[in-house]
Structures are given as C-alpha cells and as structure tokens.
C-alpha cells in the first residue's frame, strides 16, 4: 500500500463517520418534529376537551341560576326555608367558580401549547374560545 492508499483510505474513513453523522443528526430532526407533532397533538385534544368542559359549565350555571330563581320565588312566598335558598346560592357560586377555573386551564393550555411550538415569546393574550361568556362566570 501506498501513502496514497492510506490518504484516501483515511478520507474514506472520515466521510463515512461523516455520512453517519449526518444520518443520525437526520433521524435526531426527524424524532424531535415526531415528538413536537405528538404534543401538538395532546395539547389541541387537550384545549378541545376543555372547550367542551366550559360548555357544559355554562350550561350548569344556567340551571343553578335557575334553581336560585325559583328558590327565590318560593321563599318569597314562604314555601321554603332560608337554607334552601343558600344551598342554591351556594350551587350557583360554586358553578361560577368552577367556570372559572375550567377558563384559566384553557388559557393555561393555549400557552403550553404555544411553548410547544416555539411562540410563547409573542406579546398578546390568548384568544379564549367563543363558548366563553363572561357574563355567565361572574354575576353579583
């Protein structure tokens, strides 16, 4: 063999370790996307989920309302006692306060979700779903 031989068997070496290299910072880029793809994935099901879970407290806060109002009507009257009344009041604060804490998680989801694909850093709230009606979340 010659010097000439080990030069380009050397050089062989050396793109080969290079090629390998390149492959498996490839296949590094290939699962992270595969990875973020996957997260994307579970947050999205994750703000749907909790879309939904604000809907149907909405529509709580509408029967628990519903139930104070005529709670109201039939202590009026005298049909019932003052703790029946309460116990509705209590029903509706805790259906406000629960919608409350479903809207903050979902705030919460839309910035994992934005960390997730690298946007948290932009200056601007979050958009809250149209469900969200904040007149139905706190009512005196």
């Known amino acids: 063999m010659t010097s000439s031989d080990l030069n380009r ?13 390149v ?13 973020v793809i996957r997260q994307v994935r579970r947050e999205l099901r994750s703000l749907r989920r909790g879309q939904e879970r ?13 139930q104070l109002e005529l709670a109201q009507v039939k202590f009026q009257h005298g049909l019932t006692d003052n703790f029946t009344l309460l116990e509705a009041e209590n ?6 306060t629960t919608l409350l804490s479903l809207v903050v998680d979902y705030i919460v989801g839309t910035y994992r979700i934005r960390a997730v694909l690298g ?22």
């Open 9 to 21: 068997t050397a050089e062989n070496a050396t793109f080969q370790r290079s090629l390998l290299s």
């Open 54 to 66: 604000i809907a149907n407290q909405q529509e709580q806060i509408r029967q628990a309302e519903g």
């Open 91 to 96: 029903r509706l604060r805790q259906s406000q």
């Open 23 to 35: 492959q498996a910072a490839v296949r590094n880029r290939e699962d992270r996307r595969d990875d």
């Open 119 to 140: 946007t948290l850093v932009e200056r601007g709230g979050p958009p809250l779903p149209k469900e969200v009606e904040t007149s139905a979340m706190v009512k005196p």
